[in-house]
């Protein structure tokens, strides 16, 4: 007999899930309460900052940098390389696996989402969700304001312009623009 699975196992397998169950809220209120004291902390206090972020995010190098306020999900599902640092008012919902390599600067207000709703507008009164990973290379730089969407990868070494909204994903080096988000001029 198969065992029935658990509304986290299919958010994380990208299958439909409901967010009000019970282990998903427990586990969201204890990123609110961590997010909480993160975002009263101090500059003064960065090892401080440091430690909540380990204890909050799935993985952390020692060199990164986050601005206060910031918010998430879950946290668990965050992985950061080493020197990433996010500016002001940046959000991560971290429903399914967000993957940050290293050196990626992400300027005030980007947004990262994993979650996503159903079109179907009689699906959606289910209150069924789902969630895609998203995956951003080393030596990113992600504009102010820019809204990044579940299921996309962000090639290395690309710039995402400021208000942006990438929808689909974007190879490496490359810098690109707009809403959609579109490539206007590729590397050498």
């Known amino acids: 007999m198969e065992r029935q699975r658990t509304e986290k196992q299919k958010m994380l397998a990208g299958e439909f899930y409901l967010a009000a169950d019970p282990e998903l809220t427990a586990e969201r209120a204890r990123a609110r309460r961590l997010m909480r004291i993160f975002n009263s902390t101090t500059e003064e206090e960065l090892l401080s900052r440091l430690q909540l972020l380990q204890e909050l995010l799935g993985s952390v190098a020692q ?8 918010y998430c999900d879950y ?4 992985h950061m390389g080493s020197r990433v640092y996010m500016n002001f008012g940046c959000t991560v919902l971290d429903c399914h696996t967000v993957r940050i390599g290293n050196d990626v600067l992400c300027a005030p207000h980007v947004q990262i989402y994993t979650a996503y709703h159903p079109t179907d507008p009689a699906l959606r009164l289910t209150r069924q969700e789902l969630a895609a990973p998203v995956e951003i290379g080393s030596n990113v730089w992600i504009g102010g304001g820019a809204i990044i969407c579940p299921g996309v990868s962000i090639g290395e070494n690309t710039t995402i312009g400021a208000g942006s909204v990438v929808v689909k ?10 809403n959609p988000c579109r490539i206007v001029r590729h590397l050498s």
């Open 63 to 70: 060199d990164i940098e986050i601005e206060p306020p910031f």
């Open 75 to 78: 946290g668990y599902n965050i």
């Open 169 to 178: 994903s974007i190879p490496a080096n490359v810098v690109a623009v707009g």
